[in-house]
């Protein structure tokens, strides 16, 4: 079940488990645009490490295909 939390900016976000992180959004549908998104460790720990790494060098972009924010561009 996803969580709802707000941001920073006082929006609303959900926020997803791990486990229920895969390649269909939350229909049930797969995302036509997934050959854009990131691909990312399983590991908890390694996405972790990860993502810390990738936030130094890259900004997140939402897709348009599934509206996550599962695209990482180099900052520039």
């Given amino acids: 079940m996803a969580e709802r939390r707000t941001g920073a900016i006082g929006r609303q976000i959900r926020v997803m488990p791990s486990h229920t ?20 460790p399983d590991r908890y720990l390694a996405w972790h490490e990860w993502a810390n790494k990738k936030t130094k060098t890259h900004i997140q972009v939402r897709c348009p295909g599934c509206d996550r924010l599962s695209i990482w561009k180099p900052r520039g």
């Avoid at 895969?22 to 691909?39: F, M, S």
């Fill in 21 to 40: 992180m895969t390649r269909r959004n939350h229909d049930g549908i797969v995302c036509p645009n997934e050959h854009a998104h990131t691909l990312q």
